[in-house]
């Protein structure tokens, strides 16, 4: 564990909320580095950069196009940039020329023909003023979008630290693209810069991608472009345009809503923050336990009777329905009892994480406070602070958005004195610092970037028609709750961005989500189990698709599992089968065909065999698959390997009628190839989820 590093809460006033609006006054698109955050320049500045080559100058190229980037081989290349209405604009690569005129828009647009992968090369554009590109590539480009675990970098990813010091690679160059939400399509990306692949400036990027990338270059041996588009915690909805977006019914009502508003997103969020400041002038807005003249609310000897209480680990938004849709400050504290020898001792109290920032006080006093939801919380308390008997915890915990409170495993929460060690995890003390429902509420709760289209136009819309070997995608958490809706959306965003990019096949490849939170004893049927099938079914129905299985690389107690590369190299292994042909190699692990019934036994057929199947014990010693009679009620049930087929068998199900494998959270993977490739978790039912027993 590293330092902890903390700040004092000033006795002065409240540690004030950092809403992504009060960013957003700096400039509305920001970068999708980890904190701090990197803050980009403001769209007055990008508007005067842009302007002022300009005025020496009159062709202009996207930042897309530009020194160092790769273009993608064997296909026409599309190239576009913008010049005065009606300037003859000249393309010369590699000994082809192409030329066309600026239109009234002043954009143009022109094709040159497939070029071989090679480099580095030279391109030349010529209006009145002649600009040169060097260092140009001719090799495959990949786009890689989605949420966090995409966004995830390689710094922070299993192994993080040798993967970044050995990245030294010229063939693989890198363009990351800032996060951006907007209300309508860009014409340009907000800032972005084609990059050689080095430790430098691979250690922010995402580390799938990079893993993937990597492995296709040694593959082929040919340069590879990444271009990542990621934000974390975003819902596919605002990844897909108007138009495609427009055709879904539940979409409709938003869309015409936002059609109908005037502004830019950051203009209403200006306008909140100007509320949010006064309010937090008000008596309303003040920390009611940081207040002058009265006892913190860390003090050991406050009264607390009229506080409530809350069960945790856990992010109060699920337990506690007051707080159901409170983004603030919430101070919680915990009476803890020990034993005579403990007095005089130094303290070490774990507090698991905490989303998004803590200051932590014992018996009174601050001894520590970090920001950041991931980051465990692990505090040194100094003997004269420890006493025999009762003393107290007290947490003051700041949440800037989404879910807030202490979460992770119970056995991570605990307070530990020489061979003493006292369980923190159960019932906590809460109060909120102001009364919920009085502080102003933003325009877009879940952040502008979760607005239907927002990051569509911000962040992908400027990137066609930039030729493109294909896709990968890694999203799909923040839409678990809406499974039977993302089985329609996601085949939508696909043919979405198929269409904008005018490649109908292009390959698209994406990753299902990996294994996460606990499961019960029982068979059960929950959200991700749910949005994993509506995964599957997308890579069965929709052509050039392909699905990387990731539930055996999860973690259950963290949304972001670190094991990064394994990911990249079963998508590399899918690009290898989809994008390049190569129909020998084994991409994908055994896929469910058929189920027949014998007796009381169930026996299945798979596809995709991979030399053929292997059945692995279950780490808790029981079973990942169950099975249901006509009754709709699962069992686990025992399996065995037959063959190339499975034979499954429950006690107390005479007449097995379906049969589920790996359904729920995060149960074991068990079921691989020889190849040594996960099977995807499946149903043989179509039943509509049932109560729980």
């Not at 063939?171 to 399509?185: G, K």
């Not at 909140?272 to 000897?301: F, H, I, K, M, V």
Request: one cysteine or more; hydrophobic letters at 40%; charged letters at 15%.
């Amino acid at each position: 564990m590293g330092t902890a590093q903390w700040q004092m809460v000033q006795p002065s006033g409240p540690e004030r909320i950092l809403p992504p609006v009060l960013l957003e006054l700096f400039g509305r698109c920001f970068s999708a580095d980890y904190l701090p955050m990197k803050l980009r320049p403001t769209p007055l500045l990008v508007i005067l950069l842009l302007a002022a080559p300009a005025a020496r100058a009159t062709v202009r190229l996207p930042r897309l196009v530009s020194s160092h980037m790769v273009l993608q081989r064997n296909v026409k290349l599309p190239l576009w940039g913008w010049a005065a209405p009606g300037e003859a604009v000249q393309v010369s690569f590699r000994g082809a020329t192409a030329q066309t005129n600026a239109g009234d828009d002043g954009r143009w647009a022109l094709t040159l023909p497939p070029q071989q992968a090679g480099g580095p090369f030279a391109l030349t554009v010529r209006g009145t003023n002649t600009v040169q590109l060097t260092d140009v590539l001719v090799g495959d480009v990949w786009l890689a979008s989605g949420q966090s675990n995409m966004e995830w970098p390689l710094r922070d990813a299993a192994g993080g630290a040798a993967a970044v010091a050995a990245a030294n690679h010229p063939q693989i160059r890198l363009f990351n693209v800032p996060n951006c939400a907007e209300r309508r399509p860009l014409a340009e990306l907000a800032g972005g810069e084609w990059q050689p692949c080095t430790p430098q400036s691979v250690a922010g990027f995402s580390a799938v991608a990079y893993f993937f990338g990597r492995d296709l270059q040694q593959q082929y041996k040919v340069p590879v472009g990444l271009i990542a588009a990621e934000w974390g915690g975003t819902v596919a909805e605002a990844w897909t345009s108007a138009e495609a977006l427009g055709k879904l019914p539940d979409f409709q009502p938003k869309l015409a809503s936002l059609a109908q508003q005037t502004g830019s997103f950051a203009e209403q969020e200006a306008a909140y923050a100007t509320r949010l400041s006064n309010w937090q002038r008000s008596p309303e807005g003040q920390d009611r336990g940081l207040l002058p003249g009265q006892p913190t609310w860390a003090d050991p000897n406050l009264p607390t009777t009229a506080w409530k209480t809350m069960p945790l680990p856990g992010i109060w938004e699920a337990s506690t329905p007051e707080l159901s849709d409170f983004d603030g400050v919430v101070w919680l504290r915990r009476d803890l009892t020990l034993p005579a020898a403990a007095a005089g001792q130094p303290l070490t109290l774990s507090l698991a994480q905490v989303d998004d920032a803590d200051s932590t006080f014992f018996n009174g006093v601050a001894v520590g406070g970090t920001r950041g939801y991931a980051t465990p919380r692990r505090y040194t308390v100094p003997a004269n602070l420890v006493r025999a008997g009762r003393n107290v915890v007290t947490v003051r915990v700041t949440d800037t958005g989404s879910g807030g409170g202490i979460w992770g495993k119970p056995a991570d929460m605990s307070a530990t004195v020489g061979s003493t060690t006292v369980a923190l995890a159960g019932e906590w003390q809460y109060r909120p610092a102001y009364t919920p429902g009085t502080q102003p509420r933003p325009p877009y709760p879940g952040g502008a970037q979760n607005e239907p289209t927002a990051l569509y136009n911000g962040m992908v819309a400027a990137l066609h028609p930039y030729a493109l070997k294909g896709v990968i995608w890694y999203q799909g958490e923040s839409n678990a709750g809406r499974a039977a809706q993302y089985e329609t959306l996601f085949p939508v965003l696909i043919r979405d961005w198929r269409t904008r990019w005018q490649q109908p096949a292009l390959p698209f490849l994406f990753v299902q989500l990996a294994g996460y939170m606990a499961d019960p004893a029982l068979p059960a049927d929950p959200d991700w189990a749910r949005l994993r099938e509506a995964q599957r079914l997308t890579s069965l129905t929709v052509p050039s698709t392909a699905m990387a299985v990731a539930l055996d690389l999860g973690n259950p107690d963290d949304i972001h599992p670190r094991n990064k590369l394994d990911v990249g190299r079963r998508l590399a292994l899918a690009a290898r089968r989809v994008a390049y042909a190569e129909t020998t190699v084994p991409a994908s692990g055994p896929t469910f065909e058929k189920l027949t019934t014998t007796g009381n036994q169930l026996t299945l057929s798979f596809g995709n065999l991979g030399g053929g199947l292997v059945l692995k014990p279950a780490p808790d010693g029981g079973s990942s698959f169950a099975v249901a009679g006509p009754d709709r009620r699962f069992v686990w049930a025992r399996a065995a390997v037959k063959g190339n087929t499975l034979v499954l068998q429950a006690e107390g199900v005479p007449n097995p009628v379906a049969v589920r494998y790996a359904w729920g959270n995060n149960r074991p993977a068990t079921l691989y190839n020889k190849a040594g490739l996960p099977a995807s978790p499946f149903r043989s039912d179509a039943w509509p989820r049932q109560p729980a027993p």
